[in-house]
């Protein structure tokens, strides 16, 4: 059972255009979500997280929305740069679980 | 600053030989640890997590094992490794208590053949 869905496996986008990464949960206890990037053969680095109080975070070109009514999160690039080409993973967990699970990936590509 | 170390980076290890994979984290005491393994075409899987020395949980169930010898040290093992052990590992720590952001090592990667 995937409790953490990134169904976008790859996506294109023109540099300087924003790039929307989606990412949908199940499991309701889920209180803390994160963003992390990573280039191949590398550790993940980690981006942006948001937790439920909230229902966005900014950090610099990123930003990340939480609707929790729909049990959702994206994460949008604005504006996309060609360094930006990554896997990019969302990760959620429950308070006090000590446990992260993670999605699938989806694989950007920022075209120059 | 806190850091994290994985060693080997690469490793190509026969079917049926023992590994051991080591992970230490420098600037933080009694983090939580975590091993990941993500595999071809596949997302990050929680393998094991400790959040002591000498406390591990596992996760999936394998021919793998972790072991805390030491706060900051973190160890993955196989006494016979299987083809489909094939992939690249991760080591990720986080605070106790704190944000609960994971951060993770460089990463090994491992071909049995």
């Known amino acids: 059972d995937q409790q953490v869905k990134q169904n976008s496996p790859s996506l294109s986008v023109q540099e300087g255009r924003i790039s929307i990464l989606n990412c949908d949960y199940t499991n309701s206890m889920f209180d803390y979500f994160l963003w992390y990037k990573k280039y191949p053969a590398e550790g993940p680095t980690f981006l942006i997280s948001?937790?439920?109080?909230?229902d966005k975070n900014e950090d610099g070109r990123f930003t990340v929305f939480l609707n929790k009514s729909a049990k959702h999160l994206s994460l949008h690039i604005v504006p996309s740069q060609p360094g930006d080409s990554a896997v990019y993973f969302c990760?959620?967990?429950?308070?006090?679980?000590?446990?992260?699970?993670f999605g699938t990936g989806t694989r950007l590509k920022v075209l120059a | 600053s806190q850091t994290i170390h994985q060693w080997p980076a690469t490793l190509v290890q026969p079917v049926g030989s023992p590994l051991s994979l080591e992970c230490t984290v420098e600037g933080t005491s009694n983090p939580n640890l975590y091993w990941y393994r993500q595999a071809a075409g596949r997302g990050l899987q929680l393998l094991f997590y400790?959040?002591?020395?000498?406390?591990i949980s596992s996760e999936v169930p394998q021919n793998l094992s972790a072991s805390r010898p030491q706060d900051r040290q973190f160890i993955l093992s196989s006494k016979k490794l299987l083809l489909s052990d094939s992939g690249f590992y991760l080591c990720?720590?986080?605070?106790?208590?704190?944000?609960?952001?994971?951060?993770f090592g460089p990463g090994t990667r491992l071909l049995v053949l």
């Open positions: 948001i937790s439920s109080i909230k």
């Open positions: 990720a720590w986080s605070v106790i208590g704190g944000e609960e952001t994971q951060y």
């Open positions: 400790s959040v002591g020395i000498g406390q």
């Open positions: 990760a959620a967990s429950a308070m006090g679980t000590y446990k992260y699970i």
